[in-house]
């Protein structure tokens, strides 16, 4: 065993014993979508005396903590988004409307003298006072605040029930604010009693909650002595507990509003995670039991090394505190597949080398799997940071659980690339030392040439003969995508339209027809209903409020019986509107990014052919969800990026391979290289692909309704982009060359040279 084989196999041990004892110490943090709970974003905004800047959004949150502290939720979470947006997550809170309005509530308190009641001319002038409606639907014309929620030192709900006063507000006064009420108390108490003017209006964001008469015991000018008070107004506990709640925790420094709010309940969260596992663990069988079958021996070494890498980036999730979202898990069992390719890249390179050097060595297996691994470093690592791209793309631009997902397949992809290239590479070393391992190419794999290399040497077909018929093909499939796009439309999901989603499960099946008429009577005409199952119902209106949805919960209860709520998403318009715009920022950047970085790694023809490829991917797989109804929101988004990331991924390999060919016949046409590069890396692309779409039909079947729309997205991309990555991307770039004026017309026919068969002609390796 050689040194670097050694300094491998020690790293590989460390990390993996430090990964185990990280997953045996620690648990992971779960988003909401997976624990239940909910989860608000809102919005700050400006008023006639603050500005909506960074400064009052951190105020505003320091303010809400406060609140959330006070309602005893266990472990939220409370930061800043932006300039002027603040993002509260509650776990296992699965009713937010109490929490919402608690928190949404500005609680500017108030303390004014009453200057009586106002007449039609009083209140037709134009005057600094405000006229106001008091508790009992009556109105009172008030002068300036005399003391503001800012001097309250202590505030609880209290009941009375000896005197039948019931629930009411205390207040405690700091020391300056005790001598203002004091003040306040004595001018009211110069007026005669049952005097209008008698009153203290206490106000709470601009309505009087209560106004009571100073005691006929008050003399003028003393007021009242006493550093306390009580707001009285036949409050329910509720009211009570939550007044008190909002004038302890103080007022916020700007309004704000509610532009989202995501809920789901910690059953849904359970079945996704369930799902999820049994979907890794099938997909991540079936993908170890077919590289085994294809690489014998190194391939099972693989499969070891790919458990490691589980182990690995479950471990590193872990310690770095990512919390784990719906999206993220399903990254997470994506990466599982993904991660064999690098393994595949490296066994096919050794796969050629062995071939070529057997005979004429000692140790062809150990030199021809050094010599792959080290020839397939530059497709592995070109090939990742494209990938790398998308998920910083989806991290930067994404909005909660698609950062999740970005997180999570950027960690994937770090990952995989050490599983690959240093304890698979380690395994395979040690295995390679074996003379029982040498001696039988049938056992090690890497002897074996393998069915589809032998087929295409047999058969050495002669590709690109007539590019532009490829070209062709291309153009029709994208055109009726685009067809399906303009006669279909797109079915844009709340988050990019704004409105409210909303899952029910009912204990009696309901049909959708019966749903949809149910929904009708109760006013709910423009409601789109859909189910996934007998028991299953998703209703989508627009912006609707709380009681709006409890009349829709208790239309489908009419009909289905006892219906639970199991999802609930709102989204504002302005916020829609502008998730809408950073999708199409995202796109347009996934494409300026992969062209900038595949000029500076290849040649221009070959950058503009790859986004040229990774754009008809997206365009066709934005038709097929056109056509089929299915719909486009921040999971599909997610899913589409990474999409972008695999068809990059895939061209980068082809092109890797046609750079290193034509390099070796300098000056002479693109078509032979690029020919010969396609046919040799078509087992990587079949047998990656295989990996990836074990994974995603393990997902598409099992993982629920929640993912099984990302899993589609992502099985259409695959399989789209391995098509356009040869078909689409060779021949753009054999257009490009053929029209360089320093370079000589790729598409004209090679002739073989005397002595030199077919296989030599299009430069395949036998």
Known sequence: MTRATTVRAVLAAVVLLVSLFVTLTMS????????????????????????????????????????????????????????????????????????????GRTAQLTFHAVLGVPDDAASNRETKELVLPDESGGRLRLGAPDLSGAGVKDARAEFDGQRGAGWSVSLDFRDDASRDWTRLTGEAACHPPQDERRRVAIVLDEKVISSPQVSPSVTCGAGLPSGTTQITGSFSADEAKNLALLIKGGALPVPV??????????????????????????????????????????????????????????????????TLTLPGLAGFVLAIGMAVDANVLAFERAREEYASRSGRTSRPLRSALAAG???????????????????????????????????????????????????????????????????????????????????LTRRAPQLFRRSRRWLGVSTVVVALAVLGVTLRGLNLGVEFTGGRLMEYTTSRPVGIDTARTALADAGFADAEVTTAGERELSVRTGDTGDRAEAAIRDAL??????????????????????????????????????????????????????????????????????????????????????????????????????????????????????????LQTVPRTVNTGMGALFILTALAVLGGDSLRDFALALLIGICVGTYSSVFTAVPVALEMESRRKDGAPTRQRQRPKPGRGRAADNGARV
């Open 373 to 455: 691994f080290r020839n397939a470093r530059t497709a592995v690592f070109d090939s990742n940071v494209t990938t790398l791209l998308a998920a910083g793309l989806l991290f930067g631009l994404g909005s909660g659980p698609v950062k999740g997902f970005g997180v999570t397949l950027a960690i994937g992809v770090l990952v995989s690339m050490f599983s690959a290239l240093v304890i698979a590479r380690a395994l395979t070393e040690i295995a390679a030392g074996s003379g029982f391992v040498t001696d039988f190419p049938g056992v090690n794999g890497i002897g074996l040439r393998g069915r589809v290399r032998t087929y």
């Open 557 to 678: 209860s009419a009909e289905g019986g006892a219906t639970t709520k199991v999802r609930d998403d709102l989204i504002g318009p302005s916020l829609g509107d502008e998730l809408r715009r950073h999708a199409l920022i995202a796109l347009g950047i996934a494409v300026g990014a992969q062209l900038l970085y595949l000029a500076v790694r290849f040649r221009w023809s070959f950058a503009v052919a790859s986004v040229t490829a990774m754009v008809h991917d997206v365009v066709i797989l934005v038709g097929v969800f056109a056509w089929l109804g299915r719909p486009i929101d921040g999971i599909f988004l997610a899913a589409l990026l990474t999409v972008i990331g695999y068809s990059v991924n895939d061209s980068v390999v082809v092109f890797d391979r046609v750079r290193e060919l034509w390099a070796r016949r300098p000056g002479s046409p693109l078509l032979p290289a690029a020919r010969a590069a396609v």
């Open 28 to 103: 992971p943090r779960l988003g909401l979508d997976l624990q239940g709970g909910t989860r608000l974003v809102l919005q700050a905004k400006d008023s006639p005396t603050a500005k909506a800047d960074r400064e009052s959004t951190d105020r505003t949150v320091e303010v809400l903590r406060q609140r959330i502290d006070a309602l005893g939720v266990a472990e939220p979470t409370v930061t800043r988004s932006g300039e002027d947006r603040v993002l509260i997550e509650l776990p296992d809170v699965t009713d937010p409307r109490e929490a919402a309005e608690v928190l």
């Open 257 to 322: 509003e509610v532009v989202e709010q995501r809920t789901v309940g910690p059953t849904l969260g359970a079945e996704a995670i369930s799902a999820s596992a049994r979907a890794a663990v099938i997909g991540a069988g079936l993908t170890a039991l077919f590289i085994t079958f294809v690489y014998r021996l190194f391939g099972g070494l693989a499969a070891l090394a790919l458990a490691g890498y589980t182990l690995i980036s479950y471990a590193a999730l872990v310690a770095l505190g990512v």
